[in-house]
């Protein structure tokens, strides 16, 4: 896989992880370690390309999530069958592909 979408797909479940985290913080859980969720994100985005960074900030503020697979040729972001020149296309988790629909950053789980 691209390193570029592994990194993503990593910010997001980090994203996902501190979401839940600040939930439980404002429930009143004190909890231990959103210190360290910050500083590995932070690593990440040192990481990313900026241009890379700016696109998954602004569809995680549109939609909530940036980073979406791919089932049976469909984005599981807005559920479009993509195009088959997309779909037919060999190690598509070598680049990083936008859904023509959404704009969501795709990756193939199956591959
Ligand atoms: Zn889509």
Request: hydrophobic residues 35%; glycine residues 6%.
């Amino acid at each position: 896989m691209n390193d570029d979408l592994r990194k993503l797909i990593s910010l997001q479940e980090l994203d996902l992880l501190i979401k839940e985290r600040k939930k439980e913080e404002e429930a009143g859980f004190q909890l231990q370690g959103a210190e360290e969720f910050k500083k590995a994100r932070e690593t990440i985005i040192s990481l990313l390309p900026p241009h890379l960074y700016r696109k998954y900030q602004r569809l995680k503020e549109r939609y909530g999530n940036a980073v979406v697979p791919v089932v049976g040729g469909i984005c599981q972001g807005c559920f479009i069958l993509l195009p088959t020149s997309l779909v037919s296309q060999k190690n598509k988790n070598e680049r990083i592909h936008t859904c023509p629909n959404c704009g969501r950053i795709l990756y193939w789980a199956d591959e």
